[in-house]
Structures are given as C-alpha cells and as structure tokens.
C-alpha cells in the first residue's frame, strides 16, 4: 500500500466523516427546531393553563365572595325573621290584651243595661211604653226614670238602657224586682 492509497483512503474517510458529521449537523438541527417547536408549543400550552388557572382563582374568589355575601344575606334575613317573629308574638299579646280591654269596656257601659224576656211582641207596639208598663208593674214609678235608649234585641224582648248614673237606685231596684218574681 502506497501513500497515495492510504491517502486516498484518507480523504475518503474524511469526506465520509465530513458528509456524516454534515449529514448528523443537518439532523441535529433539524432535531433542534423540533425540539425549540415542541418547546414553544408547550410554552404556548402553559401560557394557557397559567391564564385558565388565573380565571379559574378569579372565579372561586368571586364565589367565595359572592357566597360570604349571601351568607351575610341569610343571616340579616334570618335576623329580620326572628325580630319580626318576636314582634309579632308581642302584637298578638297586645291584641289579646286590647280584645280583653275592649271586653271589658263593653261589660262596663253594659252594666247599666237590663234585658227584659219574654215580651210578646205586637204590630203597633212602643217597646218605651211597654217597657214603663213593666217597670210600673214592679210598683216602682217608670216617669222618674230617664231611659237612654229602649229597643227590641229579638222577637221575644225590649231592651231599655239607663244613660244615667243617677239612676242606679231604680236600675237595682227592677233587677232586684225581676229577680224575686222569676224565683217565685
């Protein structure tokens, strides 16, 4: 073997090296751009997520204070309820106390007030006239009486109230009266 063979294999070798390291250049950097567009692909997908995640906290923090909100909401209606509970508790004792005040009251002017049954009733009647008969009846003079008002309650009775307290006398009187004959 020769010089020129061994160098011509050499050169050989060497473009052969030279068009492999070529060819291995060549595919490096084609791997590279791969590489550097995969990396920029998943950049792009982090860029991504990181702006997703970035609304995603946005909205749980406006749910969270949407949620405090509606619980401060809940808690001043259930507050609102609870007065509005005692207070209407408190009304209804009123009212039962004004319906007994109102009871009462009735009962005080009533006191005055007799009732006379069984008085039969006729076309052309005057329940004042009948009434006087009744009372005169009892020997207990019905003109020195002033009577408020006297008027049929039923078919069955009169009805005379004494507007007067000076006429507490004859008022005692006629019931006492009334009571002795319904006992007889």
Same mark, same amino acid.
């Given at each position: 073997?020769?010089?020129?063979?061994?160098?011509? =294999?050499?050169?050989?070798?060497?473009?052969?090296?030279?068009?492999?390291f070529k060819q291995l250049h060549e595919d490096f950097d084609s791997f590279r751009? #791969?590489?550097?567009?995969?990396?920029?692909?998943?950049?792009?997908?982090i860029r991504d997520l990181e702006k997703a995640m970035n609304y995603t906290?946005?909205?749980? #923090?406006?749910?969270? =204070?949407r949620n405090d909100e509606e619980r401060t909401g809940r808690e001043e209606l259930s507050q609102k309820l609870e007065n509005l509970e005692r207070e209407m508790i408190n009304l209804r004792k009123e009212l039962q106390q004004e319906k007994e005040k109102r009871i009462?009251?009735?009962?005080?002017? $009533?006191?005055?007030?007799?009732?006379f049954n069984r008085i039969p009733e006729s076309q052309s009647e005057n329940c004042k006239e009948t009434v006087k008969e009744i009372i005169n009846d009892m020997g207990i003079n019905a003109d020195e009486i002033r009577f408020h008002?006297?008027? $049929?309650l039923s078919e069955e009775s009169c009805r005379q109230d004494f507007g007067q307290l000076s006429q507490d006398?004859?008022? #005692?009187r006629i019931a006492t009266e009334c009571?002795? $004959?319904r006992n007889i």
């Open positions: 073997m020769d010089l020129k063979t061994v160098l011509d =294999k050499l050169e050989l070798l060497t473009e052969q090296t030279n068009s492999g751009h #791969e590489i550097k567009s995969e990396i920029s692909a998943i950049k792009t997908v906290e946005s909205e749980v #923090e406006d749910l969270k =204070k009462n009251l009735e009962q005080y002017t $009533r006191r005055e007030n007799l009732i008002a006297i008027h $049929r006398l004859y008022q #005692e009571f002795l $004959r």
